[in-house]
């Protein structure tokens, strides 16, 4: 079995990373790192379309705050390559800490902004997809009347389901033949009781027609 080069989890609480890790370019460059390194920033850039100081500098920054860190401490410079700390990045879903709640809030709109333009990207190609993957995709959402307990009971049962997976990640030799990689999102919040500000309510369990 592969040997994991990282931790679980970074945890961020500082405001200063929170705002750090909100750069959409280090938030790729994290991700590309956990899925395809260690990396050097000529090869970042190459995955990227950045220049080479430009992801050289963001490197730099994410290493600062825990994110990443040099693979070969004695490599040179720009060529020295970089590997990400942690599988996965957790920060504050609340805190009585006015710069960490602004902080962990301007992250988590980059993000959702983030996941929003890959979906988008993944639905202006999935024709291209064997009809077996458009089949087996998932859109759909859900109403559902929880209180907060029961929200996060929900939650730690789908994050254990998840993660029966997420061995493959780091470890080739646990996909079977045909895998391919998948992003799942997995997002609930409470929705608004009024519409006022222009939103639109929630159409609720609207889905596709699933193929058996």
Not at 14 to 43: I, K
Not at 88 to 95: G, K, R
Request: glycine fraction near 6%.
């Amino acid at each position: 079995m592969t040997e994991k080069p990282w931790d679980h989890q970074v945890h961020l609480t500082d405001p200063r990373a929170l705002r750090a890790y909100a750069h959409p370019t280090r938030m790729a460059l994290v991700g590309l790192l956990r899925l395809e390194g260690p990396f050097t920033a000529t090869r970042a850039a190459e995955l990227t379309g950045e220049s080479v100081a430009s992801c050289s500098y963001h490197l730099r920054i994410l290493a600062k705050y825990g994110l990443v860190e040099e693979a070969d401490p004695g490599g040179p410079g720009r060529e020295k390559p970089w590997r990400a700390t942690a599988a996965y990045t957790n920060w504050p879903n609340y805190s009585e800490d006015p710069a960490v709640a602004s902080a962990a809030e301007a992250l988590n709109a980059a993000v959702a902004e983030n996941q929003f333009h890959r979906m988008m990207r993944a639905l202006e190609t999935r024709h291209a997809l064997p009809a077996e993957w458009q089949q087996a995709e998932r859109h759909s959402d859900a109403i559902l009347y929880l209180t907060p307990q029961e929200l996060r009971d929900l939650g730690e049962r789908l994050d254990a389901m998840v993660g029966e997976f997420a061995g493959r990640n780091h470890d080739p030799g646990l996909r079977p033949e045909g895998a391919r990689r998948v992003a799942y999102l997995n997002v609930a919040y409470v929705a608004p009781e009024t519409f006022t500000d222009g939103a639109r309510p929630e159409a609720g369990q609207d889905r596709p027609e699933e193929q058996p």
